[in-house]
């Protein structure tokens, strides 16, 4: 006859079997997410917040009153995705390879850096160029970190020079004034060896005049904060209509300061045609062309405070402010003003005014009446 189990090996066996099932229940439930229902948790708001249906919820954990969850309840969740595999972050591209820029006449750094999509400051130091705002034509500079392949638009085509026919008492100035161009830029172009110097019926080329310039300025009708065209050579008048917004800024800083507009936007006139990319081959630079030392001294001595020359704002400021100072200096005389200006103040001081000075006075002193109108 057969022996019956005892009842505490049979108590050993169902409790064994009990405690495997009981550990592939939760072996299963451990691989899904569980979440502990909170006081006033509601099964919508949960599935809102895990990116769930409503339905999927109910589904899961196989609920019959999707309104009825108590505080403390475990309600499980989707099992959450794999984790992607680690993957290394791409390599750095290569950083680009210096390039060269043969300078031509005209160029300043400004716009050597703005085309090449790098700073005046990286394009110095690579250079070691103690005056970055002196750069010669023919100059070939490295450039580092130039983008190759950098898109722009199609530049307009420079304007083709134009001849201009001296006339008796004309000088240099007063012709570079009114074709908004420099005494530089008609001395190189002519091959004068004394910019001072041009006689009466001498035919000269302007570079980058603009001929069509007059019949643009006629058809032209002054709009509000316009400046005053008015008896103007009409190419000077286009240009001072185009580059209006300068001399709105030249007038705004000369009223402030106590200065007649007129006469500060004539310097600046003579100066640079109100340019602010203009680099003399002296190094001066800008609206007022201002030589980095002279703006230095103004920036410390006069406004406390950095000048920029190549900053238009910051280049008139610190123009008008010279001129402020000069005509306190010499008791309001036009003409040592602008011999200062010119010549500089101690030349100015010791020797008044040089002969080679008195045309560029007079240019001046002629466009001050033009743009008080």
């Excluded at 959450?80 to 750095?92: G, K, L, N, V, W």
């Excluded at 001498?202 to 008015?230: K, M, N, R, W, Y």
């Excluded at 003399?280 to 001294?297: E, F, I, K, Y």
């Excluded at 704002?313 to 200062?340: C, E, I, K, M, P």
Aim: glycine share 10%.
């Amino acid at each position: 006859m057969p022996t019956r189990p005892r009842p505490a090996a049979l108590t050993v066996v169902l409790t064994a079997a009990l405690a495997a099932s009981t550990a592939l229940a939760s072996s299963a439930l451990a691989a899904d997410p569980v979440l502990i229902v909170q006081p006033g948790d509601t099964l919508s708001e949960i599935a809102v917040a895990r990116g769930l249906s409503l339905t999927e919820l109910v589904a899961l954990n196989g609920l019959r009153d999707p309104d009825l969850i108590v505080t403390g309840q475990r309600l499980r969740l989707p099992p959450r995705d794999e984790p992607a595999p680690a993957t290394s972050p791409p390599a750095p591209a290569p950083a680009p390879a210096p390039v060269t820029h043969r300078v031509t006449a005209g160029e300043h750094l400004t716009g050597i850096a703005a085309r090449y999509g790098t700073t005046i400051d990286a394009i110095a130091r690579a250079n070691g160029l103690v005056d970055p705002s002196y750069i010669r034509s023919g100059q070939v500079l490295t450039i580092p970190g130039a983008r190759p392949a950098r898109t722009t638009p199609a530049a307009a085509p420079a304007p083709a020079p134009v001849t201009h026919r001296v006339a008796a008492g004309e000088h240099l100035t007063g012709i570079a004034a009114r074709y908004g161009t420099t005494i530089e830029a008609i001395a190189r172009a002519n091959g004068l060896a004394d910019p001072s110097y041009v006689r009466s019926g001498q035919v000269i080329t302007i570079p980058g005049a603009e001929s069509g310039a007059g019949a643009a300025a006629q058809g032209a009708q002054p709009g509000p904060g316009d400046l005053v065209t008015d008896g103007m050579p009409s190419e000077m008048a286009a240009l001072v209509a185009r580059r209006s917004a300068i001399g709105r800024l030249i007038g705004g800083e000369a009223q402030r300061q106590g200065v007649d507009p007129a006469f500060a936007m004539a310097v600046a006139w003579q100066e640079s045609g109100w340019q602010a990319d203009v680099v003399s081959w002296a190094g001066a630079v800008g609206v007022m062309q201002l030589l980095p030392a002279t703006a230095d001294w103004v920036g410390t001595t006069m406004l406390g405070e950095t000048v920029n020359p190549s900053d238009a704002r910051s280049n008139v400021r610190a123009g008008v402010t010279l001129l402020r100072h000069y005509l306190d200096r010499y008791g309001g005389d036009r003409a040592l003003v602008l011999a200062a200006y010119y010549q500089g103040q101690t030349a100015a001081d010791r020797h008044g005014v040089y002969a080679v000075t008195r045309p560029y006075i007079a240019s001046i002193i002629a466009l001050q009446e033009l743009f008080a109108g």
